[in-house]
Structure formats: structure tokens, C-alpha cells
């Protein structure tokens, strides 16, 4: 009884309750740039990568612009970024996926830690200080006892969280688009028989969820703290890509998984937050290995039948 009227107290001042899980999530963004990677046939490894450049470069152009809306639309350009390069090292080069999603990752995590140290410091006040969005209450729903201030009396962001979510189910489970792009990550060969072009789909999603993957990264910075900082994604994209694949490669499987699981920030004091993101990594890499081993029949819930494999046409 004490804690729920702890909880009702905290609901009624409009404070976030300490520790919860169910807030908005970078993750929740990330797990949903992996289910459009994924569905498509394209490991997505690159999402801590995205995050931290759609974090960095949402900073940059909302400090030096003033403008918000400039520093989310840069985010996720970055995160764009970061995904067509993974495109084109995946899908035309064949590059091994899960090695390149691991050497992005490092690139993107190096070359923001060296422009960190030779721009954001010693121009903190014009390039890392930007302002962050507002709470927007929805009206009616915002006062619902406990569940309208988490859901319904938050930033921009969430609300976007919620139109993405519910666009991308949809539109992988209920349209024509979703059709092409299920069948080009189930059986590649197929779909290009009857004239779907796998590479352009494969490159479509992978760009896309790198869009996607950058707004998660701009609420980061604009829609959190008000500045960016050395690797401030504290490894998000690996829970994102394991929440992914609990979730069964859905939107909405991933980011109910997603609020089910903890933050690196609520992490046993003996593990540091620095630490995190390897026990996440090695984690997703052997849910992964488990994922793509040959010999057992597929069931509902499983990896894309093609996902990780090139597709090499005769």
C-alpha cells in the first residue's frame, strides 16, 4: 500500500516515477530500425552507431541554428548516413554484416569522440548547447491517473515513437510494401523471379531504419540532457537489436520487449554503465549465432529465412 500511494503522490505533481521502464526509450527507435533491417534480410548490428551519430550531429545543428526542429531533422539524416554506408558494404560489396555492423560502430564511436574533443569542447556554448523539447500534454488522456503522465505527457519524441511503431506494423504486416519486403527477407531468389528488385528493397529498409534509428539518437541530446557526450549511447542499440530479436521481429514485439528489460543506467552497482554495452554485445551475438544455425526447421517467431545472407545474382 505504501508504494502505490508513493506512486499515486509522484502521478499527481506530474514527476516521472523513479526507475520506470515503460518512459520513451532510444531502444524503442532502434529496435524498430532492426525489424525494418531485418525483415528485409540485412543484419543490423549498426544501431548503437546510428544513435550516437543522430545524437551527435542533433546537438551540433539545433546549438549552432537554434532550432529543434533542424537538430531532429540532422539526427536522423545521420543515422541515414550510417545506414546507407552500411548498405553499401552489405548489400554491394558483401561484407560480412555483423562484422561491419561492429566496425561501424567503432568508426562512429571514434570519429564523434575525436570531433567531441576538438569542436564541442572548446565551443561548448555555440555547438553543445542546444535546448530541449518540451513536455506536450494530450488533453483528457494526459490526466488519466498513473498511466496519463507516462503515456501522454511527454515530449515530441514519444509521440513519434507511437506513429512510427504503428506504421511500420502495418505496413509490414498489412500492405503490398510489406509483402515485397518479408518476401525479399525470406527467399530473395523468389521475389526477384517474379520482378521485385531485392537490392533496391534491401537498400530502401536499410536507409530507412537508419532514419529511424537517428530520431532515437536526436532524443539523446534534444529531447533529454541538452548536450551530447563521449559514447551517450551507452550501448541502447545492442539492447535495441536483443529486444528485436525477443520481440520476434516485430514493432510491436520489440518495443514491448524493449520496456520490459532494464536500461544499462539500472545495472547491478558492480557493473558500471561503461561496462554494459559488452554484456549486451555479447549477448546479441549469441542470440544471433543461435539464430542462423542451420538444420532446425523454421518456426513462427523466427529470423527471416535470409536474413545475414547475400543476395548474388547469376
Not at 217 to 224: D, E, K, N, V, W
Not at 285 to 309: C, E, I, N, T, V
Request: hydrophobic fraction near 45%.
Amino acid at each position: 500500500m505504501l508504494g502505490l500511494r508513493g506512486l499515486a503522490e509522484h502521478v499527481q505533481r506530474h514527476q516521472p516515477v523513479p526507475g520506470h521502464a515503460v518512459g520513451l526509450d532510444p531502444a524503442d527507435l532502434g529496435a524498430l530500425a532492426g525489424c525494418l533491417c531485418e525483415r528485409s534480410g540485412v543484419i543490423n548490428i549498426a544501431i548503437e552507431g546510428q544513435l550516437l551519430l543522430g545524437a551527435f550531429a542533433g546537438a551540433i545543428f539545433a546549438s549552432a541554428f537554434g532550432v529543434l526542429w533542424l537538430g531532429l531533422i540532422a539526427g536522423s539524416l545521420a543515422g541515414g548516413l550510417v545506414g546507407l554506408l552500411l548498405g553499401v558494404f552489405a548489400i554491394t560489396y558483401l561484407v560480412d554484416q555483423i562484422i561491419l555492423g561492429v566496425v561501424l560502430n567503432v568508426f562512429v564511436s571514434g570519429l564523434t569522440g575525436y570531433l567531441y574533443d576538438k569542436l564541442l569542447v572548446p565551443y561548448a556554448n555555440t555547438l553543445n548547447s542546444p535546448s530541449t523539447y518540451l513536455p506536450i500534454k494530450i488533453p483528457l488522456l494526459g490526466d488519466i491517473p498513473i498511466i496519463g503522465p507516462v503515456f501522454f505527457d511527454s515530449t515530441l519524441f514519444l509521440y513519434i515513437t507511437y506513429i512510427l511503431i504503428a506504421a511500420v506494423q502495418v505496413g509490414l504486416f498489412s500492405t503490398a510494401w510489406g509483402l515485397r519486403v518479408r518476401a525479399v527477407g525470406e527467399h530473395p531468389a523468389a521475389a526477384d523471379t517474379v520482378g521485385i528488385s531485392v537490392r533496391l528493397t534491401r537498400y530502401r529498409n536499410v536507409i530507412l531504419a537508419g532514419l529511424v534509428a537517428g530520431i532515437g539518437g536526436a532524443f539523446l541530446t534534444i529531447g533529454s540532457v541538452g548536450s551530447f557526450g563521449k559514447d551517450m549511447s551507452s550501448g541502447k542499440g545492442y539492447i535495441a537489436l536483443a529486444a528485436m530479436i525477443f520481440g520476434r521481429w516485430t514493432p510491436l514485439g520489440g518495443s514491448a520487449r524493449r520496456c520490459c528489460s532494464a536500461s544499462p543506467s539500472s545495472c547491478s552497482p558492480s557493473c558500471p554503465p561503461s561496462t554494459c554495452p559488452s554484456r549486451r554485445t555479447s549477448c546479441s551475438w549469441s542470440l544471433r549465432r543461435d539464430d542462423h544455425r542451420g538444420g532446425r526447421p523454421r518456426r513462427a517467431g523466427q529470423a527471416p529465412a535470409a536474413d545475414g545472407q547475400p543476395y548474388i545474382t547469376s
